[in-house]
């Protein structure tokens, strides 16, 4: 059974640009989360999304956004980068809304220069 | 705030010592998991404890929720340089749309040879 599978691996941007990042939950899983993770903050979540509709949502700006496709392949999309901005994002699926732990992808390394 | 706390943030120990490490809140959980996280990884599910006073081993590594089901114990037995990385306890509280999950502020180990 593949895993979680986060694409691109590594991103450098620069400020005021916008970026998009790909997820592909494992086989069977329809709820997908996005994470950002830093060293000061840790583990930040920024949304999630079951059956193609956002379910919950972080404490994030709108420049912050995602969406999920009939197949549960997950996109987040962040625009105006700022400096900030810079962080590993994790995408994450489990099974269904009574699932009892997550299944990371190996995230997304974004930097903003 | 963090709505659930770890300690130690940082352990460094020599290879055969034994170690805990703790994930505190005030609130009640429905469950509670346990990661180990890699450097440049996502996140690897150990394992995930549900009943009060549950105690769940897994090889040398030890798992505890607590009665109140409020904090959870990782005890190590000897550790070994593989189990270097990041500790991150996470907790779930069941909202209407479903689990939400609350991640603790990481404990970093490193086992030294």
């Known amino acids: 059974k593949a895993g979680v599978t986060q694409t691109p691996r590594y991103l450098i941007k620069t400020r005021g640009q916008q970026v998009t990042l790909s997820c592909s939950p494992i086989?069977?899983?329809?709820?997908v989360s996005w994470y950002q993770q830093t060293p000061g903050q840790g583990l930040q979540f920024l949304f999630e999304y079951f059956s193609e509709t956002q379910r919950n949502k972080g404490n994030f700006p709108g420049r912050f956004s995602g969406r999920q496709f009939s197949n549960s392949r997950s996109e987040m999309n962040v625009s105006t980068l700022e400096l900030g901005d810079s962080a590993l994002y994790l995408c994450?699926?489990?099974?269904?809304?009574?699932?009892?732990?997550?299944?990371f992808g190996s995230g997304t390394r974004l930097t903003v220069v | 705030t963090q709505l659930l706390e770890q300690s130690p943030q940082f352990l460094s120990i020599q290879e055969g010592e034994n170690l805990t490490v703790y994930c505190n809140s005030s609130s009640v959980f429905s469950s509670l998991q346990w990661y180990r996280q890699e450097p440049g990884e996502g996140p690897v599910l150990l394992v995930t404890v549900v009943t009060g006073g549950e105690v769940k081993k897994l090889k040398r590594l030890t798992f505890q929720f607590g009665d109140a089901r409020k904090d959870s114990s990782l005890h190590i037995t000897a550790a070994q340089t593989g189990d270097t990385g990041l500790y991150l306890c996470?907790?779930?509280?069941?909202?209407?749309?479903?689990?939400?999950?609350?991640f603790g502020t990481g404990t970093s180990l490193t086992v030294i040879p």
């Open positions: 994450a699926s489990r099974e269904g809304a009574a699932g009892l732990g997550y299944t």
């Open positions: 086989s069977g899983h329809r709820s």
């Open positions: 996470a907790g779930a509280r069941g909202g209407y749309t479903g689990n939400q999950f609350y």
